[in-house]
């Protein structure tokens, strides 16, 4: 029988669907059923984050309610949801805030509460829906206002300093500059990617060699939700790519890995913290007080691209925003500067 191997993505969803098979054991038995119910709906990632939430609530229920106290977490019943009351949430959001589990301290942001209780409306929604249950609290409380935070982004100049630096390995250490010489034309390649396209950095690492074409300078990426886009890059983007897939092609790749287009050390595919140590690495010889990661580079051509074209739909487009108002969010910034540019645009009489 021929071996099969499975691209990037299918391959990370296997592993999200085993994990969540384990998981799945340590809840309530319902939470199977739910898990089914919405496996056409969602991605593996998704149901994964739900299961990781939900395990935390249903401890936390165990451990605070005595009423839940006399069962095996596995044993609760679903009649339980329709004893929790919306006050009872409200309390468990502000659990969350800061916990101890296992002796680790674990706190939790707005955004992090947002996800949590987003994951049990999910729930909740699921089973009233179908009426198995008769109350649904977890919509009843408010979800946490996220405050505003400014969008860290790298400046022009900062751009370029740092693709200089990959490329001559300024302000690296003595021991970085040891991999250097190893990585510099595939770091090269990646991070000029990152910036020329605005690509996430889990559509970098899921590329595979046959992704990219020449001849229309695009490369096919698969977004979030699974589904497929084209994203063209330009000339900088180009000659990286090429000066990276000479080495490559010299390159044997591990068993599994062949079709990978950024490969490890390890010649295995290069994986999501990776690309975040890299980033991290090269960026400190830019800026120490900006936290730079592969988001920010995102953020960082989005601005650039939003300042060149005023296009905030061919942002959204290129970015893979499905709504446009997230990217009016992101960008509003520019936004206020325009409208002050706007103010002596009109001249209403000659000087």
Request: glycine share 4%; with cysteine; hydrophobic share 35%.
């Amino acid at each position: 029988m021929s071996e099969t191997h499975l691209n990037y993505h299918a391959q990370s969803d296997v592993n999200n669907t085993v994990k969540l098979r384990e998981i799945i054991k340590t809840l309530p038995g319902f939470c199977r059923d739910f898990f089914l119910g919405i496996k056409d709906t969602t991605s593996t990632r998704t149901r994964l984050a739900y299961a990781y939430d939900l395990r935390i609530f249903f401890e936390y229920l165990h451990d605070n309610n005595n009423s839940v106290a006399k069962y095996e977490i596995t044993d609760i019943p679903i009649s339980v949801l329709d004893m929790v009351k919306a006050i009872d949430i409200t309390e468990y959001m502000d659990y969350l805030s800061y916990y101890v589990k296992d002796g680790e301290e674990i706190t939790n942001d707005e955004r992090g509460k947002q996800r949590k209780l987003a994951s049990l409306r999910s729930m909740y929604n699921y089973f009233f829906s179908l009426e198995m249950i008769e109350k649904n609290p977890a919509s009843l409380v408010a979800m946490p206002k996220l405050h505003k935070k400014e969008i860290i982004r790298l400046d022009p100049d900062e751009v370029a300093r740092l693709l200089d630096n990959v490329d001559d390995g300024e302000n690296l250490t003595k021991k970085q500059l040891d991999f250097h010489k190893k990585t510099r034309i595939r770091d090269l390649a990646l991070l000029t990617l990152l910036l020329g396209t605005g690509i996430r950095v889990s559509e970098c690492v899921g590329l595979d060699l046959n992704d990219v074409d020449f001849r229309n300078n695009g490369i096919k990426i698969r977004r979030k939700g699974g589904y497929e886009a084209i994203v063209y890059f330009g000339d900088e983007v180009e000659a990286a790519l090429k000066d990276y897939l000479e080495e490559r092609h010299h390159i044997i790749p591990e068993s599994g890995h062949e079709d990978a287009l950024f490969l490890s050390l390890q010649n295995k595919r290069l994986n999501v913290r990776s690309v975040e140590k890299l980033v991290k690495k090269y960026a400190a010889t830019v800026t120490t007080l900006k936290k730079i990661t592969p988001h920010k580079l995102r953020s960082t051509y989005g601005t650039n691209l939003y300042k060149e074209t005023g296009d905030i739909y061919l942002v959204a487009d290129v970015l893979g925003h499905k709504d446009v108002n997230t990217t009016k969010k992101h960008y509003a910034a520019q936004d206020e500067d325009r409208r002050r540019m706007a103010a002596n645009a009109v001249k209403l009489r000659e000087a």
